[in-house]
């Protein structure tokens, strides 16, 4: 019998030394296989007592036992080394040097068009102006045919505008194109609030009959996000407009312009600009205008640059306010945010505006 003990004896130190030599996890499974397997040592050693006595097969498999046991005391013994070293690798590599400074939670700040629309808030609100908000998702009624807006204006493509779930299937609703549906939800709201009548035309909502008492002036900026399908360096499927819209019973385009001129320049800090009102067509205004904005100095001296669209409110729309446009007149104008932001502060290209990169934004804090 003692030779055949040495053989096992032998075993298990082969057994143990391929572990010891395993330096993965993986590597340990594989030697594993060659001494514990199906068709590893071990059970060749098994099948192999099948020519034995019955005496010699007890103690023969006892020992082949003991001998398996050993084996499996080893791979243990490997595997919890190996996991143990993995561990100490692993806080070795997440170490860290507790006496380095703190790092600073960044304070943040309003981004840049935020911080136009607050300028542009703050000096409408200096002039008397109310400042109101509105939906972005928005009925054909308000966004078109309340705007005067007819069914065939090419705004009104399917190319041109987001439509969305809800309103009828001739009318769906939309992401507004522009803050001009404001002019009405804010002048309704108004009317209802000083004509003091109740009845309302459906959905539509605006006062009938129309309102030629008298009323405090209807004067209301309405800024917020607006879209449409365009993306390139000026242009952006989501962008902001502000509106504006002064309503009274003795309004004029020269209102117009002095509360624009005088905004231009209080907006940027200077006198030396000029503005031109550039005939223009909407279907809501008439007559329209385009406002474009030179600036005298600086590094955009020269250029003409357009800011807004304007015009003095269409009979039609003030109808659709509630209001009796033999009584009621006035003018409204929409501008774009963005593009002030972008001209304030020297941006060439609007898609710095949502790429939310803080390199860009941390400059205007
Ligand atoms: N809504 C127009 C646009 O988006 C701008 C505008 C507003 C023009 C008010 C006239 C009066 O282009």
């Known amino acids: 019998m003692a030779p055949r003990m040495n053989d096992l004896d032998s075993l298990v130190d082969k057994a143990k030394s391929a572990f010891g030599a395993a330096a993965t996890p993986a590597d340990l499974e594989n030697a594993k296989a060659l001494f514990l397997g199906k068709s590893g040592r071990v ?104 705007l005067n807006t007819p069914e065939d204006h090419p705004a009104r493509s399917m190319h041109d505008t987001f439509y969305v779930e809800g309103g009828s299937a001739t009318a769906p609703n939309l992401l507004r194109t522009h803050t001009s549906p404001m002019q009405i939800r804010h002048a309704v709201q108004h009317v209802k609030k000083y004509s003091k009548v109740s009845s309302n035309d459906g959905d539509k909502s605006a006062v009938s009959p129309l309102y030629s008492g008298s009323m405090p002036e209807i004067r209301v900026i309405a800024p917020g996000r607006t879209y449409r399908i365009d993306s390139d360096a000026t242009h952006q499927p989501m962008f902001h407009q502000c509106e504006g819209l002064w309503i009274g019973e003795n309004v004029s385009f020269k209102d117009l312009k002095f509360i624009f001129v005088d905004f231009c320049k209080k907006f940027f800090e200077t006198d030396d600009l000029v503005l031109r009102f550039r005939p223009s067509f909407f279907p809501f205004t008439e007559p329209s205008a385009e406002i474009d904005l030179q600036f005298s100095s600086g590094p955009l001296a020269g250029r003409w640059l357009e800011v807004a669209g304007s015009g003095q409110v269409h009979p039609n729309v003030v109808r659709n306010m509630g209001l009796d446009p033999e009584k009621y007149i006035g003018f409204a104008f929409g501008m774009g945010p963005d593009r002030l932001t972008m001209l304030r502060y020297g941006v060439n290209d609007l898609r710095l505006f949502f790429d939310g990169d803080l390199r860009f934004l941390s400059q205007f804090q």
């Open 43 to 146: 059970t060749e050693l098994m099948k192999g007592m099948a020519a034995l006595s019955v005496d010699e097969k007890k103690s023969r498999g006892a020992a082949i036992n003991l001998a398996k046991q050993a084996i499996e005391a080893g791979l243990n013994e490997r595997r919890q080394a190996l996991a143990d070293a993995e561990l100490q690798a692993q806080l070795q590599a997440e170490a860290m040097d507790v006496t380095l400074p703190g790092r600073n939670r960044g304070q943040g700040g309003l981004h840049p068009v935020s911080l136009t629309l607050e300028r542009i808030e703050a000096i409408f609100g200096s002039m008397g102006f109310d400042v109101a908000q509105g939906p972005e998702i928005e009925t054909d009624w308000f966004n078109f045919t309340a």
